[in-house]
């Protein structure tokens, strides 16, 4: 498993923060910074937004696109997670999702569901490219 905890700057005063506490964070933020939440249609249009900048910084910087010349400095791709992360936290709170509870019972069934089904799949074992 791999350990983010080295590769994360965290301050000796700030702890981490658990899914439970961003949402609340981010509830307070909207409440007294953005006046109130988008609608969930305009949210999800957010969502899928943050998501196309951060599928475009990862098919430059690891896929087989190039980025424009002085694009790459500009790039920041852990900004980009942190942003689709605002916005799916922006709807589950407006949708009454409690993230917490739904990571671990997705967690669950994807242990469940997957428990062999990856250690048997040749194309993962041999380390190739998917070919279908």
Not at 19 to 43: K, M
Not at 113 to 118: E, G, L
Request: aromatic share 6%; net charge negative; hydrophobic share 40%.
């Amino acid at each position: 498993m791999t350990d983010f905890s080295a590769s994360v700057p965290h301050s000796s005063v700030v702890p981490p923060v658990s899914i439970q506490e961003a949402q609340q964070r981010v509830d307070h933020w909207i409440n007294s910074i953005g006046v109130r939440y988008f609608n969930e249609l305009t949210n999800l249009a957010q969502l899928v937004e943050e998501v196309g900048e951060l599928a475009r910084i990862i098919s430059r910087k690891f896929g087989e696109q190039s980025f424009k010349e002085g694009e790459e400095s500009k790039c920041d791709l852990a900004d980009e997670m942190a942003d689709v992360l605002f916005v799916l936290i922006c709807l589950a709170n407006q949708t009454g999702v409690d993230l917490t509870a739904a990571f671990e019972k997705n967690l669950a069934k994807k242990t469940s569901r997957d428990q062999n089904r990856h250690v048997n799949n040749a194309k993962l074992l041999n380390g190739s490219p998917t070919q279908e």
